[in-house]
Nanobody, 119 residues
């Protein structure tokens, strides 16, 4: 059983900052990559940022968001600066992980955290 728990969402004014955290726990052997997606009302879920050793970003957040991870804590972070109203969405973290050395890699998801940016 693996669980991903996000925290750090909330309401912020445009131009402000938030830091999201996502901690993975349970029967984890290894984590390959971790990432953040978001889904705004009426829109499809989209990739925001992902990290294995280095980070990659959607064009819409490059230069404003920074993804990082603490492997010892199985935790991924998303530092969001210069937030815009269009960043408003539910943010979901994910981890591509294995529960045993010989088992397959599968993707686990968090429950989501709401980020609302007011203009």
């Amino acid at each position: 059983q693996v669980q991903l728990v996000e925290s750090g969402g909330g309401l912020v004014q445009a131009g402000g900052s938030l830091r999201l955290s996502c901690a993975a726990s349970g029967s984890i052997f290894s984590i390959d990559s971790m990432g953040w997606y978001r889904q705004a009302p009426g829109k499809q879920r989209e990739l925001v940022a992902a990290i294995t050793s280095g980070g990659s970003y959607a064009d819409s957040v490059k230069g404003r968001f920074t993804i990082s991870r603490d492997n010892a804590k199985n935790t991924v972070y998303l530092q969001m600066n210069s937030l815009k109203p269009e960043d408003t969405a539910v943010y979901y973290c994910n981890a591509d992980l294995r529960t045993t050395a010989w088992g397959p890699t599968f993707r686990s998801w968090g429950q989501g955290t709401q980020v609302t940016v007011s203009s």
